[in-house]
């Protein structure tokens, strides 16, 4: 062994060629190391106390075992005594001492009957060279190393005991997973055996080379370079931004980030050689970073540089704006050209997404011999999701253009709302990154309406047959408390059913922005308001007026009262005088109401509260396209034909300024058809009030 080159050292060790049968593995860090002796012979019977083995949480009494144990793994893994540092003993002594107090280390001993120990391991909280900007309830990570059992117990189950131990105490202080690497198979079958698999770690051999560089992907021209302490700024905030878009809230996160993140860049450069790279564009302009050093990590690191060194990068983030040309693979390319010129064998890391895994993975890294636990949490200790405030924070730091109420909105938008206010058809406005961004934190925050599972979709069968117009006309009691019990599932109900009536809203929005129509709109009122998705539209799109909600149902107005659009919110039959003066309004909006209403009531009523040249953004069920026109017959609902609606439009006062003819403003249970939905056709009409002269 002492003849060998120390590459082919270093290979043996991390794939385990100088196992012998029958062992147990060690774990070093994460970091699986095999320790077997010979096979015992077939027929040696093994004694009585062979069973009585109990496993038990012991502290320093025990750190002379675990510093033998510790150098010996290393022996019995091949290496040579003069690659072990003089002070071994020392460093891990220290080591045991200062983790029982950063890492909640414990050490779990198996002991015979007669107090003999059998074997231990070293567990503890992992503590990765990376600046600690999420707080534990956020992110909180398990390890365990210097594993080992005597020879004479070895495939006996003491290891399984020793490591199921180590997930009780894991669990116990609430961390989310647990990260380890073995180095054989046998070490592989009793990580396996107590739930461990391939998860977020990856490793790389740095004596592979990379692929060839892909030819560059057309969208701007970059370079990448090292860069020194005027980066860290951009770093911490890219940092927090990895986090963030990793679902992490800011309430989760430490309120000095940057500060925590630039006094950890200034050690690792001091102690960890550490080195940041950016990529800039033909501007200039930092579009992303990370940052390269040698892995630090919660082991006694007893062996010389030489034979053991790692490097790892953390903090891998471009902006999206320049995802998918190649940023992230040029800068983890010059990341492998430094951990080679520090003198690193291999390297290790945790990607935090998908699309950070393909990346490495073309880079050729693997998954080898990296191990990872889910954790179960401990009944009732499950993180409640994040507040609303949270959130709000959390969106704003990612999106420095969007301020807190704004962030405030778009969270408690719909899928439907989101799109029509920033998707591919919203023209200027169209950001398509925001909404994805908006909808993580929504799922996050347990606020998304899945529209392919949700309350509507689930109860498909059972809807659609107890609802007769003619009926709840007569009893506007009964109607309202129709729409009360709907009330909590209503944005279900619209998000399921695939209405588009909040596109036309945002279009008809749009459309206003070009003229002096809504900057001068000061009071406007939303006539059947229900949970209040007209108005919160009209506020995404920039609408500042004063904000009135009326409904028949007082659960839909608590519902609408939840958004925290409107001014004022009242309780009102739109079958009869709504409680606003004269000329009260700019422009009332009236969606997906008027076939339940008495049209000429409520059309005089509108005329009645619009100011002179006020707005009426108003739909009417359409009685039209051939196939559509019996849609809601089963609940005595029917559609007027687009002729109809000009006329009471006109009787009432109204000038038609544009008509949009929809065919599937969103789709109904029909109980002849089983699940299948039927489309609801719908006239869409913007229209203004005439003078009385």
């Not at 609902?637 to 109809?644: A, M």
């Amino acid at each position: 062994l002492r003849n060998q080159s120390i590459p082919e050292l270093d290979r043996k060790i991390w794939t385990g060629a100088f196992t012998r049968p029958y062992s147990d593995a060690q774990v070093v860090s994460g970091s699986t190391m095999s320790v077997r002796e010979p096979q015992p012979r077939r027929n040696s019977a093994p004694k009585k106390s062979d069973h009585k083995v109990s496993v038990t949480l012991e502290g320093p009494e025990v750190d002379d075992v675990v510093v033998q144990h510790w150098a010996a793994m290393w022996r019995e893994c091949g290496v040579p005594e003069d690659a072990l540092l003089a002070d071994h003993a020392t460093v891990t002594r220290e080591f045991l001492k200062q983790a029982r107090f950063n890492q909640d280390l414990v050490t779990v001993v198996a002991r015979l009957a007669d107090g003999t120990l059998a074997g231990s391991a070293c567990c503890s909280v992992w503590s990765g060279p990376i600046p600690a900007i999420v707080k534990p309830a956020g992110f909180k990570v398990g390890t365990v190393w210097g594993v080992y059992v005597r020879s004479d117990y070895r495939r006996k189950g003491v290891a399984t005991k020793l490591m199921q131990a180590c997930i009780s105490r894991w669990t116990e202080l609430k961390c989310h997973k647990a990260v380890l690497l073995h180095a054989s198979d046998a070490g592989r079958a009793v990580y396996t055996r107590v739930g461990f698999g391939e998860g977020n770690m990856l490793i790389k051999d740095l004596a592979e080379t990379e692929p060839p560089l892909r030819p560059p992907i057309h969208g701007g021209t970059f370079t990448v370079a090292p860069a020194g302490a005027e980066a860290d700024g951009i770093v911490a905030r890219n940092w927090q931004s990895l986090w963030a878009e990793a679902g992490v809230s800011v309430d989760m996160m430490v309120s000095d980030c940057t500060e925590t993140t630039a006094a950890f860049l200034a050690q690792a450069r001091e102690t960890l050689e550490g080195q940041t790279f950016v990529a800039r564009d033909c501007a200039g302009r930092i579009v992303g970073s990370l940052v390269s050093q040698r892995w630090a990590g919660p082991i006694p690191l007893t062996l010389k540089e030489s034979v053991f060194k790692l490097g790892t990068v953390w903090g891998v983030y471009v902006d999206k704006s320049w995802r998918r040309k190649g940023v992230g693979e040029a800068m983890m390319r010059a990341c492998l050209d430094h951990w080679r010129g520090i003198g690193c064998g291999k390297g290790v890391l945790l990607y935090a997404s998908e699309d950070g895994r393909r990346l490495y993975e073309r880079l050729h890294f693997r998954h080898h011999n990296a191990m990872v636990l889910e954790l179960p949490q401990l009944s009732g200790s499950a993180p409640e999701p994040p507040t609303v405030e949270a959130l709000v924070s959390t969106l704003t730091a990612l999106r420095p253009e969007v301020d807190a109420s704004r962030a405030e909105l778009l969270l408690r938008a719909t899928v439907e709302q989101l799109h029509a206010v920033h998707g591919p058809d919203a023209g200027a406005d169209a950001n398509p990154e925001l909404v994805e961004d908006v909808i993580a934190l929504q799922r996050k925050g347990c606020l998304f309406v899945d529209p392919s599972d949700n309350w509507f979709t689930a109860n498909l069968p059972r809807l659609g047959g107890g609802f007769d117009m003619k009926q709840l006309a007569a009893d506007p009691a009964k109607l309202a408390r129709k729409f009360d019990r709907l009330a909590p599932n209503y944005e279900a109900w619209t998000v399921g059913n695939r209405s588009v009536v909040m596109n036309w809203i945002a279009r008809s929005a749009r459309l206003a922005q070009h003229s002096p129509i809504l900057a001068s709109f000061s009071t406007v009122l939303d006539v059947a308001c229900g949970v209040g998705l007209p108005g919160h539209t009209l506020r995404l799109c920039g609408c500042q007026a004063h904000f009135v909600g009326a409904d028949i149902s007082p659960g839909m107005i608590q519902q609408a009262e939840r958004r925290k659009v409107f001014d004022r919110l009242v309780v009102s039959d739109a079958n009869k005088p709504l409680p606003f003066g004269a000329e009260y309004a700019d422009l009332i909006v009236c969606t997906g109401a008027m076939e339940l209403l008495d049209r000429k009531v409520a059309l005089a009523e509108f005329a009645r509260i619009l100011k002179p040249d006020g707005g009426l953004w108003v739909s009417f069920q359409w009685l039209g396209p051939r196939g559509c026109d019996a849609a809601t017959a089963h609940q005595s609902v029917v559609g007027i034909t687009e002729e109809q609606a000009i006329a009471d439009l006109a009787a009432a006062g109204f000038r038609v300024e544009d008509i949009e003819r929809c065919t599937s403003a969103f789709f109904t249970p029909t109980p002849s058809k089983g699940e299948t939905l039927t489309p609801v056709p719908y006239l869409f009409v913007r229209c203004q009030r005439t003078h009385d002269d």
